[in-house]
């Protein structure tokens, strides 16, 4: 009867793991990021791998063996945008990428902007400094199959997102 019990106790747990695995958010370590131009800083995932940084020093690109892609960037606020104006610049871009946002949120110094893009769902936080001088970017875009594993993903990120100055 024991082995019985113990035997039924080891299946449930293996059903659990297969059903509800490990968050990855929680599962894996985290590594930080500090751009030192524009002293964004943001926590990401230890699967994603730096790529070459740009020239200018603007941010980093990464990415993970699943295809999931992650860019932290700063820029200039030369056009005295706010998160408002920002959002209508990209809506009304000619390329179309933000023609199909599904969620929207914003503040007073941010802007969510998510959806759906070729079956791969974009997440973008965009930060404004206090003093409206610089912009700071989060996009994360990944294969929409693996929307599961990557929500945790993208809460964290997006909550990881702040300036260092």
Same mark, same amino acid.
């Given at each position: 009867m024991r082995?019985?019990?113990?035997?039924?106790?080891?299946?449930?747990?293996?059903?659990?793991?297969?059903?509800?695995?490990?968050?990855?958010?929680?599962?894996e370590s985290w590594l930080a990021y500090v751009n030192p131009r524009f002293g964004s800083v943001i926590?990401?995932?230890?699967?994603f791998r730096a790529l070459r940084p740009p020239d200018n020093g603007d941010g980093q690109a990464f990415e993970a063996a699943d295809g999931a892609r992650l860019t932290i960037s700063g820029s200039h606020n030369i056009n005295d945008d706010t998160p408002a104006s920002y959002e209508k610049f990209l809506r009304e871009s000619d390329d179309g990428a933000y023609a199909d946002v599904v969620y929207r949120a914003s503040g007073t110094d941010? *802007?969510?902007? /998510?959806? !759906?893009?070729?079956?791969?769902?974009?997440?973008e936080r965009i930060l404004f400094d206090q003093a409206g001088e610089t912009i700071h970017h989060l996009s994360i875009v990944y294969p929409a199959v693996l929307r599961n594993a990557y929500d945790p993903v993208v809460?964290? *990120?997006?909550? /990881?997102? !702040?300036?260092a100055r």
């Amino acid at each position: 009867m024991r082995r019985l019990a113990l035997l039924a106790v080891t299946l449930g747990l293996a059903v659990q793991a297969l059903v509800f695995p490990a968050t990855p958010a929680l599962a894996e370590s985290w590594l930080a990021y500090v751009n030192p131009r524009f002293g964004s800083v943001i926590e990401y995932p230890e699967r994603f791998r730096a790529l070459r940084p740009p020239d200018n020093g603007d941010g980093q690109a990464f990415e993970a063996a699943d295809g999931a892609r992650l860019t932290i960037s700063g820029s200039h606020n030369i056009n005295d945008d706010t998160p408002a104006s920002y959002e209508k610049f990209l809506r009304e871009s000619d390329d179309g990428a933000y023609a199909d946002v599904v969620y929207r949120a914003s503040g007073t110094d941010w *802007l969510v902007l /998510s959806g !759906r893009r070729n079956g791969e769902i974009y997440y973008e936080r965009i930060l404004f400094d206090q003093a409206g001088e610089t912009i700071h970017h989060l996009s994360i875009v990944y294969p929409a199959v693996l929307r599961n594993a990557y929500d945790p993903v993208v809460l964290r *990120l997006s909550r /990881s997102l !702040r300036l260092a100055r």
